[in-house]
């Protein structure tokens, strides 16, 4: 089993910064996909960004050049950096992680961190 836990989440104004971070325990060393998903109030859960185990990136064109997904295998945590923060980024951010080497993970998720983005 693995266990993901979020942090950094919160209120921002638009064109702000975030930095969301998701540390794995448990079984990380399993893990291969690492990645990010969002679900806005009455909409359905969509990725943001997945990052591979040897940290080749893919990003949703709604975020890229804003949004930056790295990860540190050492210590088992993935980061989001967001730059230009847009109120229509306001959402529950959630990580995720998978065994397998896919654009999508899905095996493991964590509980969530709201980001709203809002003067």
């Known amino acids: 089993q693995v266990q993901l836990v979020e942090s950094g989440g919160g209120l921002v104004q638009p064109g702000g910064s975030l930095r969301l971070s998701c540390a794995a325990s448990g079984s990380s060393f399993s893990i291969n996909t690492m990645g990010w998903y969002r679900q806005a109030p009455g909409k359905q859960r969509v990725l943001v960004a997945a990052?591979?185990?040897?940290?080749?990136?893919n990003y949703a064109d709604s975020v890229k050049g804003r949004f930056t997904i790295s990860r540190d295998n050492a210590k088992n945590t993935v980061y989001l950096q967001m730059n230009s923060l847009k109120p229509e980024d306001t959402a529950v951010y959630y990580c995720?992680?998978?065994?397998?080497?896919?654009?999508?993970?899905?095996?493991?998720w964590g509980q969530g961190t709201q980001v709203t983005v809002s003067s």
């Open positions: 995720a992680a998978d065994l397998g080497a896919t654009l999508r993970p899905n095996d493991y």
């Open positions: 990052i591979s185990s040897s940290r080749l990136p």
